[in-house]
C-alpha cells in the first residue's frame, strides 16, 4: 500500500514555523499558568497556534482568521468596539470629584516619545530599520492602551501588529514588576509615607456625570477631529453607563461586546504572528523598547509629583504620578501596596486610582494627537 | 455629511511615497527622522498640555454650573 496519503495529510513545515508554534504555547502558558493578562494573552496564543500551523486553513483566502482579520482589523472596527466596553467599564466619578487629577494622566505618556525617539536612534546604526510612522507606533506601547496601540499601528505600523499588540498586552500585566523598582529608585522611603489630605468625598451631580463624556466628544470634536475614532467610542460608553436609562446597552457593552469583540481581536492578533513577520530583529526592539517606554512611563509620573510638590503646601505621595499609567486598576494596586509596604496605615488608593483613571484619558489623548499628526 | 470617512488612513501622494510630511521619513535618512521624531514629540506634550488643560476647564465649569443638590441626588456616589 502507498504511503502517499501520508504525504497529503501531512505538511512538512520550517523550523521557523514551528518556532511560532513554540511561542503560541508559551502565551497560552503565561496566560493560563501565571495568569499575566489571560483574556487577551490566551485568545493571542490560539490565534498564533492555529495560524503557524503549516497548511493550517484556519488562515489563507478562505480562513476564519483571516476573514476576522479583514473585518476587524483591517476595518480598525475591533479596537473601537473595545473602546466602548472600556468607557462603559469606567468609573470617572472620582476625576470628576478632583478635577486636577486629570494632569497626572499627561506625564506618563512621555514614555511613548523616549520610546519613540530611541527606535528612531537605530536607523543611525542601520538605515531605514524603522520609519517614523513605525517608531511612533512602537512609542504608543508606552500608552500602556492595548486598543490604542492596535489602532496606531494598524495605521501606521501594519508589519509590526503583532509584536507591538504582544508588547503592549504583556507588559500590561507586568505592571507590578516593572514599576516598584523605578518608584523606590526616585523616590526616598520618607515620600513614599506621605499620607494625603483630599477630599474624595465631595459629591458630584448626576448632570456633570452626564455631561462630561459629552463634554469630552464636544472638545475633541472641535480640538482633535481626527482623535474622535478614539475618544468617541469611549465617552459613548461612559455615556451609557451614567445615562442611566439604557442599562441593558450599558450591560452589554461592559459585557457581551467587550468580551466577544476581546476574543475576536486577540485570536486575530494571534493569526498575525506569522513567522515571516514575527520573527525578526524588529521584534526584539519592538519587545526591548516597549519595555523601555513604560519604565520611562512611571519614571515620568513620578517626577512630575515630586515637581509639584516643590510648590504644594500639603504634599503629594509622589508614588501616585506613577498610577497615571493607562494600566488600570494594576498601577494604582501597585502603588497602594508600596505605600502600605512603607505604612500599613496609609491609604492613597483614591488618588491613585483618579490618576489610573486619568491615564486612561491621557493616553487616549496622546494617540489622537499622533494620528492628528501623522495622517 | 462629513468627508473624513473618504479619506484614507495614510494619505498617499505618488508612487506609494506618503504625502504626510513625518511619515514620508522611513529612515533612510537617520538624522531627518530623528528631527521629525523630535517635532512630533515636542508638539504632542504641548498638545497634551493644552488640551488636558482645556478638558480641566470645561470639568470645572461644568462643576461650577451644576452643583449637587442636597440630598436629591444619589448618582454623586461611585457606582
Redesign the interface.
Given at each position: 500500500m502507498s504511503l502517499n496519503f501520508l504525504q497529503d495529510l501531512l505538511v512538512i513545515g520550517t523550523i521557523r514555523e514551528y518556532a511560532m508554534v513554540a511561542i503560541g504555547l508559551l502565551l497560552l502558558w503565561l496566560a493560563i499558568k501565571k495568569d499575566y493578562e489571560p483574556l487577551l494573552l490566551l485568545p493571542i496564543g490560539a490565534g498564533c497556534l492555529m495560524a503557524n500551523f503549516p497548511g493550517s486553513n484556519a488562515v489563507g483566502e478562505h480562513g476564519f482568521l483571516t476573514l476576522l482579520y479583514r473585518v476587524g482589523i483591517e476595518t480598525?472596527l475591533f479596537p473601537i468596539l473595545i473602546f466602548i466596553g472600556i468607557g462603559a467599564m469606567i468609573?470617572f466619578?472620582?476625576?470628576?470629584k478632583q478635577?486636577?487629577t486629570?494632569?497626572f494622566?499627561?506625564p506618563p505618556?512621555?514614555g511613548?516619545?523616549g520610546a519613540?525617539?530611541m527606535a528612531?536612534?537605530v536607523?543611525?546604526f542601520k538605515?531605514?530599520?524603522?520609519?517614523?510612522?513605525?517608531?511612533?507606533s512602537i512609542g504608543i506601547i508606552g500608552a500602556a492602551d492595548g486598543p490604542t496601540s492596535i489602532y496606531v499601528a494598524k495605521?501606521?505600523a501594519t508589519n509590526w501588529l503583532a509584536p507591538i499588540a504582544v508588547a503592549a498586552y504583556s507588559y500590561m500585566s507586568l505592571v507590578p514588576i516593572i514599576q516598584p523598582p523605578v518608584i523606590r529608585l526616585l523616590t526616598s522611603s520618607r515620600e513614599r509615607k506621605i499620607r494625603m489630605e483630599s477630599d474624595y468625598n465631595a459629591?458630584?451631580?448626576?448632570?456633570?456625570?452626564i455631561?462630561?463624556p459629552v463634554?469630552?466628544i464636544v472638545?475633541t470634536g472641535l480640538?482633535?477631529?481626527?482623535g474622535m475614532v478614539l475618544v468617541g467610542p469611549l465617552m459613548l460608553g461612559n455615556l451609557l453607563?451614567?445615562s442611566?436609562c439604557v442599562d441593558r446597552l450599558s450591560k452589554s457593552a461592559q459585557n457581551e461586546i467587550s468580551n466577544v469583540v476581546t476574543l475576536f481581536l486577540g485570536l486575530t492578533v494571534g493569526a498575525t504572528m506569522r513567522a515571516d513577520t514575527f520573527l525578526q530583529p524588529q521584534t526584539i526592539l519592538i519587545l526591548a523598547f516597549g519595555l523601555i517606554a513604560f519604565i520611562f512611563d512611571t519614571a515620568a509620573g513620578v517626577l512630575f509629583a515630586k515637581f509639584l510638590n516643590l510648590f504644594l503646601r500639603h504634599k503629594l505621595n509622589p508614588m501616585i504620578g506613577a498610577a497615571g499609567l493607562s494600566a488600570f486598576p494594576m498601577s494604582a494596586r501597585v502603588v497602594q501596596k508600596m505605600a502600605q509596604q512603607e505604612d500599613p496605615g496609609n491609604i492613597i488608593l483614591m488618588p491613585a486610582v483618579g490618576a489610573n483613571v486619568a491615564g486612561q484619558?491621557?493616553s487616549i489623548?496622546?494617540g489622537c494627537?499622533?494620528i492628528s499628526?501623522?495622517? | 455629511m462629513n468627508d473624513n470617512t473618504d479619506q484614507p488612513s495614510q494619505p498617499v501622494a505618488v508612487q506609494g511615497v506618503p504625502a504626510n510630511r513625518f511619515l514620508k521619513h522611513d529612515g533612510t535618512e537617520p538624522g531627518a527622522a530623528f528631527r521629525a521624531g523630535l517635532e512630533i514629540s515636542g508638539i504632542c506634550v504641548i498638545g497634551i498640555a493644552i488640551v488636558l488643560t482645556i478638558y480641566y476647564t470645561g470639568l470645572r465649569l461644568l462643576v461650577a454650573l451644576f452643583p449637587p443638590k442636597p440630598d436629591a441626588d444619589p448618582a454623586a456616589h461611585d457606582h
Open positions: 480598525e468609573d466619578a472620582i476625576v470628576l478635577p486636577v486629570l494632569f494622566g499627561g505618556c512621555l511613548i516619545f519613540m525617539l528612531l536612534g536607523n543611525y538605515p531605514g530599520f524603522f520609519s517614523v510612522g513605525e517608531a511612533a495605521m501606521f459629591q458630584v451631580s448626576k448632570t456633570v456625570m455631561l462630561f463634554l469630552i472638545l480640538l482633535l477631529p481626527k453607563r451614567v442611566g484619558i491621557g489623548v496622546v494627537l499622533i499628526l501623522l495622517s | -
